[in-house]
T-cell receptor
Framework: EAGVAQSPRYKIIEKRQSVAFWCNPI?????LYWYQQILGQGPKLLIQ????????DSQLPKDRFSAERLKGVDSTLKIQPAKLEDSAVYLC????????????????FGPGTRLTVL | QKEVEQDPGPLSVPEGAIVSLNCTYS??????FMWYRQYSRKGPELLMY??SSGNKEDGRFTAQVDKSSKYISLFIRDSQPSDSATYLC??????????WGAGTKLIIKP
């Protein structure tokens, strides 16, 4: 079974520029998550999709961040314009191919995109 | 105060030692408790998942939950250099939204 794919793996941009990250979840997984992980901290949920609908985006800075999941499969996270404090690893995860609670709790993560904003 | 507290370490122990990793939490509604392992430049992967209180064992790993003290632990027996990683605890109430600790960096010295 192929894992969660993310690209690019690394990105360096200047502040005020825009950037986009792409995620392809595990086939059949209905739930997709985008997390921000700052060095030395645990992952912080930015947005959760169930199929192509948004379940939770309460911690997404909507003035600069946007995300979409077209056709309930791939997803894109965009930052525009970027700030210095956006430097972090952006993790995509997927879960929930079953109906039990446990299937939602086991999240499968991609390798992440390491963003540096200069 | 954070909902989940975890000592960031690093924790350095010799190969073969028993390792104890811990998290405390404040939300009594949490009922699902997880330990994820994260190697450098990789995403986290689920190690163990426990529902409510009690112990769960899987090979060299044992997870303990004490809901009365709001305290969870992960024990690693016969630690190996390959166990060197950051260990993240995560918890959830019935809404299945994970609340994460900051992670403890573990170093196993050969």
């Amino acid at each position: 079974e192929a894992g969660v794919a993310q690209s690019p793996r690394y990105k360096i941009i200047e502040k005020r520029q825009s950037v986009a990250f792409w995620c392809n979840p595990i086939s059949g997984h209905a739930t997709l998550y985008w997390y921000q992980q700052i060095l030395g901290q645990g992952p912080k949920l930015l947005i959760q999709f169930q199929n192509n609908g948004v379940v939770d985006d309460s911690q997404l800075p909507k003035d600069r961040f946007s995300a979409e999941r077209l056709k309930g499969v791939d997803s894109t996270l965009k930052i525009q314009p970027a700030k210095l404090e956006d430097s972090a690893v952006y993790l995509c995860a997927s879960s929930g191919s079953g109906t039990s609670g446990g299937s939602f709790l086991e999240q499968f993560f991609g390798p992440g995109t390491r963003l540096t904003v200069l | 105060q954070k909902e989940v507290e975890q000592d960031p370490g690093p924790l350095s122990v010799p190969e073969g030692a028993i390792v104890s990793l811990n998290c405390t939490y404040s939300n009594s509604a949490f009922q699902y408790f997880m330990w994820y392992r994260q190697y450098s430049r990789k995403g986290p992967e689920l190690l163990m998942y426990t529902y409510s209180s009690g112990n769960k064992e899987d090979g060299r790993f044992t997870a303990q939950v004490d809901k009365s003290s709001k305290y969870i632990s992960l024990f690693i027996r016969d630690s190996q250099p390959s166990d060197s990683a950051t260990y993240l605890c995560a918890m959830s109430a019935s809404n299945y939204q994970l609340i994460w600790g900051a992670g403890t960096k573990l170093i196993i010295k050969p």
